[in-house]
C-alpha cells in the first residue's frame, strides 16, 4: 500500500504559474514511476507528465515547455511546475504512484492514486 498526500492548486489567472506537490510513502516496490494525471468535466483522464526513478519523464504534448516535473528520491516528493497557464488546464489534477516488478520474467504495474486537487485557470 502506498500512500499519497498532494499540495498546491488554485485558482490562477491565464498565463499565470501554479505548483504542485506529491509526496508519497514508503513501499515495497524495488522500481516506481510517480507521475500527475488530470481530468476535466466531461473529458476521460489524462497524462501529465510522469518522472521515474532515474529521472526518465514524458510530458503530454500540451504541457510540453510549459510545465516541469522533478523528482527528489530522498525526500520521496514529485513536484510539478506549471507555467504559462491556459484555462484548457482546468483539471483536477491527480498523482499518480505506478509501482513495478517482475513476475516470470515480465512487467507488473500497480497504481496508487492521490484524492485529486483543483487547478482553475481563469481567462
Known amino acids: 500500500q502506498v500512500q499519497l498526500v498532494e499540495s498546491g492548486g488554485g485558482l490562477v489567472q491565464a498565463g499565470g504559474s501554479l505548483k504542485l506537490s506529491c509526496a508519497f510513502s514508503?513501499?515495497?516496490?524495488?522500481?516506481?514511476?510517480v507521475g500527475w494525471y488530470r481530468q476535466a468535466p466531461g473529458h476521460e483522464r489524462e497524462l501529465v507528465a510522469t518522472v521515474s526513478m532515474s529521472n526518465e519523464i514524458t510530458y503530454a504534448d500540451s504541457v510540453k515547455g510549459r510545465f516541469t516535473i522533478s523528482r527528489d528520491n530522498a525526500k520521496k516528493t514529485v513536484i510539478l511546475e506549471m507555467n504559462s497557464l491556459k484555462p484548457e488546464d482546468t483539471a483536477v489534477y491527480y498523482c499518480n504512484y505506478r509501482g513495478i516488478w517482475y513476475s516470470e520474467l515480465r512487467p507488473r504495474s500497480e497504481d496508487y492514486w492521490g484524492q485529486g486537487t483543483q487547478v482553475t485557470v481563469s481567462s
Open positions: 514508503e513501499s515495497t516496490f524495488s522500481v516506481n514511476v
